[in-house]
């Protein structure tokens, strides 16, 4: 049974790194968002930043390990082929997409692939039909995963529907599947038991060693500043990786008991109003 660890309580990874050390090749692909400025300054989000830890573990093992940040990717939205008017569209020959780069092993068949020549799944696709293993990286966001996961396994629909509806054989019936999500105060552990089903209705083979979960709190309602603040130190307790910390002077921190905003002039954008809260 998969289970979602809350605050200080001990990851232990060691079972999902003997799963995947098994194989010669894994794609990680991250979801979660973090703005161009704080990316400049050297933040990443968390679950990506476990990410990069993981694949170090594994990585020291002889296994390659890639890692597509689906958030800088151009993926457009599902076009919604599943349900038209005249029946299931999704997956059939006709949207194979012919380009050799993008589709080498002739299984990405997906009409948004073919309209839109800009679309970039196709790197998730190839990487992860080069691999034994695909493992999802997401942040828990309003009681779901965040929605750059759920565009990316929209798109992927016709991985599943290739062999559910048009009846042929399952193409990733060999590849693992997994998730690691973090969040912080709701549904940890709902989404990650629902995404596991995704991943099985999808087709891919299924070890619960391979999904893992983390949440600050089981408090549905603690918003605080304080709370946000402290979840950070608590991540790095949880799963024993350090996080990147911006470097502030002492004396500088930001006070949880006023909000950030109070006594500032009116910030222009939001990267304006980074600088200026720095500055307290």
Not at 191 to 201: A, C, G, I, T, W
Not at 243 to 262: F, I, Q
Request: aromatic share 10%; proline share 2%.
């Amino acid at each position: 049974m998969i289970e979602v660890k809350y605050g200080s309580e001990i990851e232990d990874s060691r079972s999902f790194i003997e799963a995947l050390s098994l194989h010669k090749k894994v794609t990680f692909v991250t979801t979660s968002t973090r703005s161009e400025y704080i990316e400049k300054n050297g933040e990443s989000p968390k679950s990506s930043q476990l990410a990069r830890s993981l694949a170090k573990s594994l990585e020291s093992r002889n296994i390659k390990v890639e890692i597509i940040d689906g958030a800088k990717l151009n993926i457009h939205a599902c076009l919604g082929c599943v349900s038209e008017s005249h029946g299931n569209a999704c997956g059939v020959i006709e949207a194979k997409v012919k380009d050799k780069e993008k589709n080498p092993n002739g299984k990405l068949r997906c009409w948004a692939s073919v309209d839109y020549k800009d679309d970039e799944l196709w790197k998730i696709s190839k990487s992860i039909y080069e691999s034994q293993a695909v493992i999802f990286f997401g942040s828990q966001r309003w009681g779901n995963v965040n929605s750059i996961y759920q565009k990316i396994i929209e798109r992927l629909d016709w991985m599943e529907n290739m062999h559910s509806t048009l009846g042929e054989e399952n193409s990733i019936k060999d590849i693992q599947a997994g998730m690691v999500l973090i969040g912080q105060n709701w549904r940890g552990q709902e989404s990650l038991e629902v995404q596991r089903k995704v991943l099985e209705f999808f087709g891919f083979k299924m070890d619960d060693r391979l999904f893992m979960g983390w949440q600050y709190t089981r408090d549905m309602y603690e918003e605080s500043q304080k709370a946000y603040q402290n979840a950070p130190d608590t991540f790095e307790q949880s799963w024993g990786i350090p996080l990147y910390h911006w470097g502030k002077k002492p004396g500088t921190e930001l006070s949880v008991h006023k909000p950030v905003y109070e006594d500032l002039p009116y910030a222009k954008s939001f990267n304006d109003f980074l600088k200026k809260i720095e500055q307290i």
